[in-house]
């Protein structure tokens, strides 16, 4: 089956802790996101990659980091900088063009911060 | 930066009413993308409209965009239980990302 997949379900940190969330697809897509999501509110962007070896900032990128050596993965990285990283975080990938193409959701990651 | 309001942010029907929800910006919008997200779950895209004026049809959802291409709503008819969730816009800015709405949650009262 295509699709992707991201690990864990729930994760659980203490503050001060760094923490990578997978993200995997199986789609050949280029572009691949970030996304994180809030009790109510809309999803906002974290990072995105058009093509292996390079991405860009979205929105909220302060005190996250991503790396994209391989087509299929793009691991994030919830550092201690981040103050509030309690929140439901969303990989997506789409066909290369980017932004104007339909968005392929993984599951999701639940962060909670103790 | 450049937003997309999404009104209402939630709508309780009765099963068999129908249910709309609106996404209005204040700058011309090169498309417009709509997604649902069931609870628990993930955005699960919809449909994406590019031309001013476009209507789309997917069985009991109309979406349509704006002639001005700055606004658009999606339209659900008869609303049955396995449309509950909550309903997202999102549409593509001046730096080519998209901007996501805050989304309509459609509750169906008991």
């Known amino acids: 089956d295509g699709g992707i997949t991201q690990s864990p379900k729930y994760l659980f940190r203490k503050e001060g802790q760094n923490v990578t969330l997978s993200c995997e697809q199986n789609?050949?897509?280029?572009?691949m996101y970030w996304y994180r999501q809030d009790p109510g509110q809309g999803l906002r962007l974290i990072y995105y990659?058009?093509?292996?070896?390079?991405?860009q900032k979205g929105d909220i990128a302060e005190g996250y980091s991503v790396s994209r050596e391989k087509k299929e993965s793009f691991p994030l990285t919830v550092t201690s900088a981040q103050k509030n990283p309690t929140a439901f975080y969303l990989c997506?990938?789409?066909?290369?063009?980017?932004?104007?193409?339909?968005?392929?959701f993984g599951p999701g990651t639940r962060l909670t911060v103790l | 930066g450049q937003q997309v309001m999404q009104i209402p942010q939630y709508q309780h029907v009765q099963e068999g009413e129908d249910f709309t929800t609106y996404c209005n910006s204040s700058?011309?919008?090169?498309?417009i993308q709509w997604y649902k997200q069931r609870p628990g779950g993930h955005p699960v895209f919809l449909i994406q409209?590019?031309?001013s004026g476009e209507v789309k049809k997917q069985k009991r959802l109309t979406f349509q965009f704006g002639e001005a291409k700055k606004n658009s709503s999606l339209h659900i008819t008869a609303t049955q239980t396995t449309d509950v969730g909550t309903y997202f816009c999102?549409?593509?800015?001046?730096?080519?990302?998209?901007?996501w709405g805050a989304g309509t949650k459609l509750i169906i009262k008991p």
């Open positions: 997506a990938s789409s066909l290369a063009g980017g932004f104007n193409n339909e968005q392929f």
């Open positions: 789609l050949n897509h280029d572009a």
């Open positions: 990659s058009q093509i292996v070896n390079d991405f």
């Open positions: 700058t011309t919008l090169s498309n």
């Open positions: 409209l590019v031309k």
């Open positions: 999102a549409a593509m800015d001046s730096n080519y990302q998209l901007i």
